[in-house]
C-alpha cells in the first residue's frame, strides 16, 4: 500500500470518529483529549532516549491524567493536591531508579506535563466555553471544536502547497529545512479564509475583526507548535514522533499544531469576550 493511500486509510477512519465523540461532548469527548495525550506523551518520552534523557514514563501520564481529569470534573482543590503528591512521588522515585542525568530525567517529564496535557486542557475547557458564550447558537462549542480543527488542517495544507510552488526563502532551516517563507504565510492565509467563511455563513457571530485576529494567530501559533516539535525531533534524531499512525507518523505529529492552539484560542475568548 503506498503512503497516500495509508493517509487516506487513516483518515477516512480518524476523521469521522473524532468529529462524531467532538458533537457528543462530555465524558466522549474527554476520551479522546486523554487519549491524544497519553500516547502523545508516551512518544514524547520515548524520542528523549535518543538523548540519554529517561524520563518516568508512567508517573508523567498519571500527572498528565490528574491534570486533564481536574479540568473536566472542575475539582481544583483535589486535582492540585493530587498533583502536588505525584511531584513528590516523580523527585522520590528518581533516588529509586539509579539513573544518570538525575536533573534531566526529571526535567523532561515535568515538561511533558507541561507540554501536551496541560496546553490540551485548554481544549477541554474550550469546549464547553463556547456553549456558554453563545448559548443562543445551537451546538456553538462543537462548531468552534471542528472550526479549529478545519483551520489547522487548511493551514497545512496551504503552507505545503504553496511552498512546493513558491518556496524560495527558508523559514527556519535549523528546524525544518524544507518549510519555506512563502508557505508559511499561505498557511496564515488559509486560516483567515476559514474564519472568512464562518463569518460569511454565519456559523458563529464573529466580527470582521476578530475574524481576522482569530485568523491570523491560529495560522502563526499553530505553524509554531509544528516548529516545536520538529525542533524536539530533530533534537533527539528522529523523523516521525513514532509509527503509530502509517502514513502520518505518530500522534504527537498529528496533533502538535493543536497543542499550541488550544491555549492560544483560549486566551482570545477570554479577553475578546
Keep these: 500500500m503506498s503512503e497516500l493511500a495509508k493517509r487516506i486509510s487513516v483518515a477516512a477512519v480518524g476523521i469521522p470518529l473524532l468529529v462524531a465523540l467532538s458533537y457528543l461532548g462530555g465524558w466522549y469527548f474527554f476520551s479522546v483529549i486523554l487519549l491524544i495525550s497519553i500516547v502523545s506523551q508516551w512518544e514524547f518520552y520515548q524520542i528523549q532516549k535518543n538523548n540519554n534523557i529517561y524520563p518516568q514514563n508512567f508517573s508523567g501520564i498519571i500527572a498528565g491524567t490528574i491534570l486533564l481529569l481536574t479540568i473536566q470534573t472542575q475539582m481544583w482543590l483535589a486535582g492540585s493536591l493530587l498533583l502536588i503528591i505525584c511531584l513528590m512521588m516523580i523527585l522520590a522515585n528518581e533516588m529509586l531508579r539509579h539513573q544518570k542525568n538525575v536533573s534531566a530525567n526529571i526535567g523532561v517529564t515535568l515538561l511533558g506535563v507541561l507540554y501536551i496535557p496541560m496546553l490540551l486542557g485548554s481544549f477541554l475547557y474550550l469546549r464547553t466555553y463556547l456553549d456558554g458564550l453563545f448559548p443562543q447558537i445551537e451546538h456553538s462549542g462543537f462548531k468552534f471544536i471542528l472550526i479549529i480543527f478545519s483551520t489547522i488542517w487548511i493551514c497545512d495544507t496551504f503552507a505545503y502547497a504553496f511552498g512546493r510552488m513558491l518556496g524560495k526563502h527558508k523559514l527556519y532551516e535549523k528546524v525544518s529545512p524544507n518549510k519555506s517563507m512563502e508557505g508559511a504565510i499561505a498557511g496564515v492565509i488559509g486560516s483567515v479564509l476559514v474564519f472568512v467563511f464562518v463569518k460569511y455563513f454565519n456559523i458563529l457571530p464573529f466580527s470582521l475583526l476578530e475574524v481576522f485576529i ?54 482570545l475568548m477570554v479577553i475578546l469576550y
Excluded: C, N, Y
Excluded at 214 to 223: A, L, N, R
Design 214 to 267: 482569530f485568523g491570523i494567530v491560529m495560522g502563526i501559533v499553530g505553524q509554531t507548535g509544528d516548529l516545536v516539535e520538529s525542533w524536539f525531533k530533530r533534537d533527539a534524531g528522529v523523523k516521525d514522533s513514532s509509527a503509530l499512525l502509517p502514513g502520518h507518523g505518530g500522534m504527537l505529529d498529528r496533533f502538535d499544531s493543536l497543542i499550541f492552539v488550544s491555549p492560544a484560542m483560549l486566551v
